[in-house]
């Protein structure tokens, strides 16, 4: 049972990335799966959520408008796209799962989390 983070990089201001992560080892029916983010020196902060479900999501203002998460059932994925990045979005980037949950609480409420994965780092730089 994990989760597997991908996608972080060097990139300039205005850039793009996108992360993915893909779970194993479990089924994906009714989860809320989301991306956390945890910068040097601040806590770490839910930045978008998504319900397998029925795709409703959450994301923390600072990033609404340029971020955007989805998810591939099939595949049991889910993707963070990250547009118009900001050097204030660097931070390592986590994924998350509240089975059963809301992508509000996940997003909200980190230690409804009961699986993480392992880091990916996000570096937005000139």
């Known amino acids: 049972v994990q989760l597997q983070a991908s996608g972080g990089g060097l990139v300039h201001p205005g850039g793009s990335l996108r992360l993915s992560c893909v779970a194993s080892?479990?089924?994906?029916?009714?989860?809320?799966i989301g991306w956390f983010r945890q910068a040097p020196g601040k806590e770490r902060e839910g930045v978008a959520c998504i319900s397998t479900t029925d795709d409703s999501t959450h994301y923390v203002d600072s990033v609404k408008g340029r971020f955007t998460i989805s998810v591939d059932n099939a595949k049991k994925t889910v993707y963070l796209q990250m547009n118009s990045l900001k050097p204030e979005d660097t931070a390592v980037y986590y994924c998350?799962?509240?089975?059963?949950?809301?992508?509000?609480?996940?997003?909200?409420?980190?230690?409804?989390?009961?699986?993480w994965g392992q880091g990916t780092l996000v570096t937005v730089s000139s």
């Open positions: 998350a799962t509240d089975k059963g949950g809301y992508p509000w609480r996940l997003c909200l409420y980190e230690n409804m989390s009961e699986l």
């Open positions: 080892g479990f089924t994906f029916d009714h989860y809320a």
